[in-house]
């Protein structure tokens, strides 16, 4: 019988320090952000009154912070992360407090939200690939795992509950107060990363510090010679653009369902996350993370084929869980390889590469589900996106050995 503490959360990186305090603040700052990522689109439709101008926020903002992410991830690589992810903090929410500025001055001006929301970005893009970095040197290799689900069980359940706070809250308080609270809390964060001890990189005094073009190439040659690297991202890769239907949900809701339903079909993936990373004890101990990585997106692919065939509710939520919680599991796992299977002085560019890849697969099928949902129905498309996802991962696992046998403690840490 399964012990229930090998079951439930595995809280044993909250007894580094280190990490306990950043995981506190982060569930403070997650919360802060989500109020600003609702405000801001609220905030351009009020100025504009069309859409056009929501999406074009979201294509604005994902330039920097790619961009922003590779150079994050050089810098965590030749400078001391703790000040890199100290300013990218501050950054960050001086970045709120002048979006609050701009509310309460009632400037309502689309061409400023919009320079300070890809400044934002940029910030943001930079400081995830630090922070990314800066975990394994915080928390012993066979912990990655379980640091990972608390991470992302904060992360998925601020997207739960930040919508729903900021929901309330704007009628009440008004854009301008959302934007403050936000800036605030980046304080929590700040103080949690000025605690850490100094994370200077490992290795390399008094070496010639190579341009950042370069150092971005030195990243991706890395991934290309590594098999583990690159099958993970591939995995990765084909699951968000495969398999990732939310473009679709509002045909769905539409068409299929009522349009009443489609926020029960957003919340029920990060639901399903949120539930995974309460019992994450359950497989945050596997040490086959190349099979894991592989499972997870096979699991997932299979459940979103079966909602997309769904002809209810309440199945379809169902299914939705289920690849919530396959996805957390995919992130879980993903994320431990990109942070094993390097060395610590190449994981800040591996983490910058990382971030883009996982934004950049979402925005990718995003455009390929709503392109053949117009074409060929939204059922069909979402069924379909999740077998080739699976069928992926089967692929993946049988083609490429190196990566099937891969495990905590194979590969230099």
Not at 232 to 245: C, N, Q, V
Request: proline fraction near 5%.
């Amino acid at each position: 019988m399964v012990r229930c503490g090998r079951v439930l959360v595995d809280v044993r990186p909250l007894r580094v320090d280190g990490f306990r305090r950043l995981w506190l603040a982060g569930t403070v700052t997650g919360l802060g952000a989500q109020l600003t990522a609702v405000v801001v689109p609220l905030q351009i439709y009020e100025i504009t009154g069309s859409s056009a101008y929501v999406g074009l926020a979201a294509l604005v903002g994902f330039a920097p912070m790619a961009v922003a992410a590779l150079w994050g991830g050089v810098l965590a690589d030749v400078r001391d992360r703790r000040r890199v992810l100290l300013a990218t903090t501050i950054g960050i929410g001086a970045t709120s407090l002048l979006l609050w500025a701009q509310a309460w001055a009632d400037l309502r001006s689309v061409g400023v939200l919009l320079a300070l929301v890809a400044v934002q970005q940029a910030l943001f893009g930079a400081n995830t690939a630090v922070s990314r970095a800066v975990t394994p040197r915080l928390v012993r290799p066979e912990l990655l795992p379980a640091a990972n689900a608390l991470q992302s069980l904060v992360t998925l359940s601020a997207g739960i509950a930040g919508p729903l706070l900021a929901g309330g809250l704007l009628p009440v308080a008004g854009a301008g107060t959302l934007y403050l609270a936000d800036a605030v809390a980046m304080g929590a964060m700040g103080w949690a990363v000025w605690r850490l001890p100094a994370l200077p990189p490992v290795g390399s005094t008094g070496r010639r510090r190579a341009p950042f073009l370069s150092q971005i190439l030195d990243g991706v040659g890395y991934v290309t010679r590594s098999q583990i690297l690159l099958v993970t991202y591939l995995a990765d890769f084909a699951a968000l653009s495969l398999a990732l239907p939310t473009a679709l949900f509002p045909q769905l809701a539409e068409e299929t369902y009522h349009p009443s339903d489609i926020g029960v079909l957003y919340a029920a993936v990060s639901a399903g996350g949120v539930l995974a990373g309460l019992v994450s004890g359950a497989f945050t101990r596997v040490t086959r993370h190349g099979v894991a990585v592989a499972v997870s997106v096979g699991v997932w692919g299979l459940a979103i084929a079966w909602f997309g065939s769904a002809g209810s509710l309440l199945p379809a939520v169902g299914w939705l869980l289920l690849a919530g919680g396959a996805l957390l599991a995919l992130g879980v796992f993903r994320k431990t390889v990109l942070q094993t299977a390097v060395p610590d002085g190449m994981r800040g560019r591996l983490q910058g590469l990382d971030t883009v890849v996982a934004m950049g697969g979402p925005r990718l099928g995003d455009l390929l589900h709503g392109m053949a949902g117009a074409a060929f129905g939204a059922g069909w498309v979402v069924a379909g996106g999740g077998v080739l996802a699976a069928g992926a991962a089967v692929a993946l696992v049988v083609l490429f050995p190196e990566f099937r046998r891969y495990g905590a403690g194979i590969e230099r840490v």
